[in-house]
């Protein structure tokens, strides 16, 4: 996700960034930024047309509900989910937060939603520095094929993986569209 949720990754940032960046000891805890304004706009937007939407087929799906036949019933619920579970679900996506918390060779990975922690996984480092970043690209487009100037704005030009190494076996910690990000990442990580 870290095309989206983007972390702090350079020393002069730290002091500016509140509530982002903790620093104990031997140990450093680092949290994503959240989305942009722009996407709490588009989110508005979206919940707008959805409970648009939502009003304007009650009675239908009401009227739907009250029939013994199985299949309206079905598709009534269908609805329903999606005018409930589509804009919670989508608002998990503005309340997501990632947090790495290094500490020597241990590095701790946790996922959240809604401030309730979903995933953690936590990985022993071969040694403090064991990172290495590697560039994905999953198949070049048209506009890479057809080598024309006018086009290379326009090229996939993939997007870049950090992984920690543990015993011996390359660990997806994120991942970036820019290198420079992902190497400033490693570089603050190492120093903890």
């Not at 140990?27 to 648009?52: C, D, E, Q, R």
């Not at 509900?65 to 079905?74: A, K, P």
Request: hydrophobic share 45%; aromatic share 12%; glycine share 6%.
């Amino acid at each position: 996700m870290g095309l989206m949720y983007i972390f702090p990754t350079d020393d002069s940032e730290l002091e500016i960034i509140e509530g982002r960046v903790e620093k104990k000891n031997n140990k450093i805890i680092l949290k994503t930024y959240g989305l942009p304004m722009i996407f709490w706009g588009y989110l508005i937007a979206i919940l707008i047309v959805v409970g648009s939407m939502a009003l304007v087929t009650k009675s239908i799906i009401i009227t739907m509900l009250n029939y013994n036949d199985i299949f309206l019933n079905l598709l009534a619920y269908a609805v329903l989910f999606l005018f409930i579970g589509g804009p919670i679900i989508l608002l998990g996506f503005y309340f997501y937060e990632k947090i790495i918390i290094k500490e020597k060779n241990e590095l701790i990975i946790h996922h959240r939603i809604f401030y309730i922690p979903i995933i953690t996984k936590t990985i022993v480092l071969d040694s403090n520095q064991s990172f290495v970043i590697e560039h994905f690209l999953d198949s070049p487009n048209m506009a890479k094929t057809k080598n024309s100037p006018d086009l290379k704005g326009f090229e996939n030009k993939g997007y870049f993986e950090l992984k920690g190494i543990s015993k011996g076996e390359k660990v997806f910690l994120d991942r970036s569209s820019r290198k420079i990000d992902l190497e400033k990442l490693s570089g603050l990580l190492s120093k903890y």
